[in-house]
């Protein structure tokens, strides 16, 4: 006996076939891109993608895409072609992205840990928030040698230095002056864990109550071990979240990361027909498009810019676009082989 | 079901912020593109009449959202709408 069912859990949706050889379509919103390439190479004409720029721009309810059950064969066309691992089919439970018999686009961004200094400009750049970025930052007090004293003798506790330490290591035990006791406090401290030899303190001093030296300034770092400057870290890219839109390799300082785009392709802007209405900017799930500032005050400059470095071809701009502004032509598909005729004619299909 | 422009005459104060901000009718005349209303009905997809939002054409509308994010008021929105063919 065979079923189809279709359960519409959040935004989420799955259709799903049961009998000998079960199968599951399941469509991930928070991951679509809306570019439409699923409805596209959809044989049976199943998907619908809503309007890019009422998804991005207004609160909806419904999902980014509707999927017919009742045409939707569950082929998994959609699940090998779609860039952003929204839409995934599953057979007996195993999904047909890990299987040799499908195609899957060849799409990837790695970090080469040996590389990475950790300085997280990655994460900051990452347009969908996949990259994370954990660092241990060494020992300050293991980073810096010195001495400091206070002649508490000479202090008159009147807190300057506390209120000027960029370390915050000076601290003062304030208490009410009595008659047998008329100081404003009982005691001044620093902590030499935190102090840097700066030496703010001592040159503020209105008394000159501070003695101090920074061994660095005198003699160098000679007794500063290396090992204690090293910052240890790890680094993640969530795959899942990732776009592969190179963000991450292009900003990166040590050119530690290699990204691999599903697509190659062009993509022409009119212009002309442009209202600079920013329905594509925020529908670009790769941050690949901006408003250009003009060289020179009064300058007249492009309507918008699409930054091909960053631009994977999906071409979530063009569906985007209420005035047909923008051209996405996709010209490889980068995958493993396609094994037979008609996905190989469906694969094509998405190109233009 | 579609997602389509809907529009809520009642909370409209006319202020026209839609009728210039739609990128498809600041494209069909120059007159909207320069921040001014419309001289005559060409094609807009909507505009302000007697002081109140109509929809003229929303068969036009490319549902990017621009005026939706443009009205003061919540008068204008994109919504789920029966489809009309």
């Known amino acids: 006996m065979m079923e189809k069912t279709e359960m519409i859990g959040d935004k989420d949706i799955s259709v799903e076939r049961t009998g000998a050889e079960a199968r599951k379509l399941n469509f991930k919103n928070e991951l679509c891109g809306s570019c439409g390439i699923c409805e596209k190479i959809c044989p049976v004409d199943a998907i619908e993608v809503n309007p890019t720029g009422a998804m991005v721009r207004t609160e909806q309810e419904s999902s980014k895409l509707e999927i017919d059950e009742n045409k939707c064969v569950l082929c998994g066309m959609c699940s090998c072609i779609c860039p952003y691992d929204a839409l995934d089919l599953e057979i007996k439970g195993k999904t047909i992205k890990e299987s040799d018999e499908y195609p899957h686009l060849l799409k990837s961004s790695e970090i080469d840990e040996d590389k990475c200094i950790y300085c997280k400009a990655c994460e900051t750049a990452c347009p969908p928030g996949a990259i994370t970025i954990a660092r241990e930052l060494p020992d300050r007090s293991k980073l810096v040698s010195g001495e400091i004293e206070i002649d508490k003798e000479t202090c008159i506790k009147c807190g300057v230095c506390e209120e000027m330490c960029p370390a915050e290591a000076i601290e003062l035990d304030y208490k009410f002056p009595t008659s047998d006791d008329p100081t404003i406090a009982s005691n001044i401290n620093i902590d030499k864990d935190k102090c840097v030899y700066c030496l703010v303190c001592k040159k503020a001093c209105p008394v000159d109550a501070i003695k101090g030296v920074c061994r660095l300034c005198s003699y160098g770092d000679y007794d500063i071990k290396a090992e204690d400057a090293e910052i240890k870290g790890s680094s993640d890219i969530n795959e899942e979240v990732c776009v592969n839109c190179g963000w991450c390799k292009d900003i990166c300082p040590v050119e530690g990361i290699k990204v691999t785009k599903p697509f190659e392709g062009t993509v022409d802007i009119n212009q002309e027909s442009c209202q600079g209405c920013e329905t594509c900017v925020m529908a670009c799930p790769c941050n690949a498009i901006s408003f250009p500032e003009t060289e020179e005050m009064g300058g007249i400059s492009e309507k918008i810019h699409i930054d091909e470095k960053y631009c994977i071809y999906c071409g979530a701009c063009e569906k985007a676009c209420p005035v047909d502004a923008i051209d996405v032509k996709r010209t490889k598909i980068h995958s493993t082989p396609v094994k037979s005729k008609s996905w190989e004619k469906a694969f094509e299909s998405i190109k233009n | ?85």
């Open chain 2, 1 to 85: 079901m579609t997602i389509g422009l809907v529009i809520y005459p009642e909370l409209c104060h006319g202020c026209g912020n839609c009728v210039v901000a739609c990128p498809i009718n600041s494209l069909r005349s120059p007159e909207v593109a320069g921040g001014k209303g419309p001289t005559e009905d060409v094609d807009m997809v909507m505009m302000v009449d007697d002081g109140v939002i109509d929809l003229k054409n929303p068969n036009h509308c490319g549902k990017c959202g621009t005026c939706v994010e443009s009205c003061p008021v919540n008068a204008i929105r994109l919504e789920q709408v029966e489809e009309t063919e």
